[in-house]
């Protein structure tokens, strides 16, 4: 009996969670879904085949790293923001010391000079990285689940050849607007981008696109496997979009700060 009225406290708590994360970032969720939804109309509608799907979700990936590379090139976060992750006796140590080599660091991250000094580095490496990253996925793609591949294909020439379909063409415009609402939503006018290290943010897409693509992937295996049936093609759609919403409102509300909440 403990262990039940257990488990109905800890799902009525991750209901409030969810809840209260939904509150907070309706107009970027609600974005997240309607993106979602276009390539449900492509399915349905409009015959698209679970190649046209991952495709898709391919080309969100590249969409991600630009934004991502983005939000390095923008960030300035403050000495105040740098206190706030290390906390406060540490600048108070700093401010203390007497060695003008740390007096100069000192004055350094408070004009922002070191954090912006630090993406000459970073965003060329990003690119380069995640570009690479981007075009290996997206190979194995298209060479093993487009069925008129023969030989060798570009991904990004396919992504290319796709963009002129109408459809298509949309639901990359809505996967652009879905993340550019996201963007300027949370990471602009919430303030985030002087609370966020250019460091930090160089590898935060890898943890998201890694897991959603293996479940897409698996998905992708499983829908073929099965001669692609339409109603599973829709499932897949909407067990992607879920779980892109999931981890969306998991990932802004973990690293909101108290103002955001």
Not at 28 to 56: E, K, M, Q, R, Y
Not at 169 to 174: N, R
Not at 188 to 197: A, V, W
């Amino acid at each position: 009996m403990i262990e039940k009225n257990r488990d109905l406290t800890e799902q009525i708590q991750i209901g409030k969670f969810v809840s209260a994360a939904y509150d907070r970032h309706r107009l970027t969720s609600l974005a997240l879904v309607f993106s979602n939804v276009i390539p449900l109309i492509g399915v349905l509608f409009f015959g698209w085949l679970i190649f046209d799907v991952v495709l898709l979700y391919w080309i969100e990936n590249v969409i991600i790293g630009v934004f991502n590379l983005i939000k390095i090139i923008c960030c300035f976060p403050s000495l105040e923001a740098d206190t706030n992750q290390v906390g406060s006796s540490s600048r108070q140590n700093l401010s203390e010391e007497s060695h003008p080599g740390v007096q100069a660091a000192h004055a350094a991250i408070e004009s922002g000079l070191a954090g912006q000094l630090v993406k000459v580095f970073l965003v060329p490496f990003f690119t380069v990285h995640y570009g690479m990253f981007c075009f290996v996925h997206g190979v194995f793609i298209v060479n093993i689940l487009d069925p008129d591949t023969e030989g060798f294909a570009n991904p990004f020439a396919a992504a290319a050849e796709k963009l002129q379909v109408a459809w298509f063409a949309i639901a990359v415009l809505g996967m652009l607007a879905s993340h550019g609402v996201s963007l300027v939503s949370n990471f602009f006018l919430k303030g985030k981008f002087r609370r966020t290290q250019p460091f930090i943010l160089m590898f935060s897409p890898y943890g998201r696109i890694v897991l959603l693509h293996i479940v897409i992937l698996f998905g992708a295996f499983l829908t073929m496997s099965l001669g692609s049936p339409i109603w599973l093609l829709v499932l897949f759609v909407v067990l992607k979009t879920i779980f892109d919403l999931v981890i969306h409102l998991a990932a802004h509300s973990i690293t909101a700060a108290p103002e955001d909440s």
